[in-house]
């Protein structure tokens, strides 16, 4: 097993020792990062890629360790490692360094592996580490809950509201905390209110074909949306390599939104739309 040992400084990162890693490995090598003062605090997460256009990501332990994603040694290249923290509203980056992969007994696509977290649902994962807290008697519910309120602002900061395993997550919280009776009635529901607020704040419309008319316009009906909303669609990887080199805007109106071609492009699209109210919006409805 290796384990790459990183040190940082400020923002510049340095790799201090060259293991031997192969192609193939899965769940096997690791990296242990050695951070300064200017990163306490920080919810750190490592950075791996071997190309730029496929990135992969992995949450920090509370001993800085993690295990290199599988998917990122897939090949006998370069493996460039960088690491990334959170803070509230700010966000910390360092420099990036690169060891060298060689050739392992079996190439990545013959190895049946799972697809790595994205940086959202890494940090999503972090609300079982708060359920555990909360069950564990030794521990005192007040440190639970200040995990779970820290937790909530950063992924305000992200805009992660929408994902499925938040949602899970906090139905679980709802249940565990429910169980504690009055004397944490209060908490609870405040994370009701939470919840509510995240359900009223953001919404996804999923698997939206695109075809654009003559004008270079596609208008999707939704009664949900009004022209105070910020929408943004997230188009699946052939839709944009086959819209390469054209400008694609995307509007919200009252009941509709509206997609616009600057470029007369004349295929079919294929995207997910997350769709943001303001904030005004929980007041008026």
Wanted: charged share 25%; net charge negative.
């Amino acid at each position: 097993m290796a384990q790459i040992e990183i040190l940082l400084e400020k923002q510049l990162l340095t790799i201090q020792n060259r293991e031997v890693i192969s192609s193939g490995d899965v769940n096997y090598d690791s990296c242990r990062f050695e951070f300064d003062a200017n990163w306490e605090g920080y919810i750190k997460t490592a950075v791996f890629y071997q190309e730029k256009q496929k990135v992969y990501y992995a949450v920090l332990d509370n001993e800085d360790k993690c295990f290199i994603p599988a998917p990122a040694v897939v090949k006998a290249f370069p493996l460039y490692i960088g690491v990334f923290g959170v803070q509230g509203n700010k966000i910390l980056t360092s420099s990036m360094d690169s060891i060298p992969i060689v050739e392992g007994a079996v190439s990545g696509t013959e190895v049946d592996i799972e697809p790595s977290e994205t940086v959202f649902a890494a940090i999503v994962a972090n609300y079982q580490a708060i359920l555990d807290a909360i069950t564990e008697q030794s521990r005192a519910f007040d440190e639970a809950y200040k995990l779970l309120s820290e937790q909530n602002k950063l992924l305000e900061k992200l805009n992660a509201f929408e994902i499925a395993p938040l949602e899970s997550r906090m139905s679980s919280m709802e249940l565990i905390l429910g169980s504690y009776g009055e004397i944490i009635k209060a908490e609870k529901d405040e994370v009701d209110a939470l919840l509510l607020q995240i359900r009223s704040q953001s919404f996804v419309i999923r698997d939206v074909e695109v075809v654009f008319d003559e004008n270079g316009e596609f208008r999707l009906e939704n009664e949900l949306v009004d022209d105070k909303c910020m929408c943004t669609a997230y188009f699946d990887a052939i839709s944009i390599e086959e819209s390469m080199g054209h400008g694609i805007y995307v509007e919200s109106h009252d009941g509709y939104i509206l997609f616009i071609s600057t470029s007369s492009f004349g295929g079919t699209l294929n995207c997910t739309i997350e769709v943001r109210r303001g904030e005004d919006y929980g007041r008026e409805n």
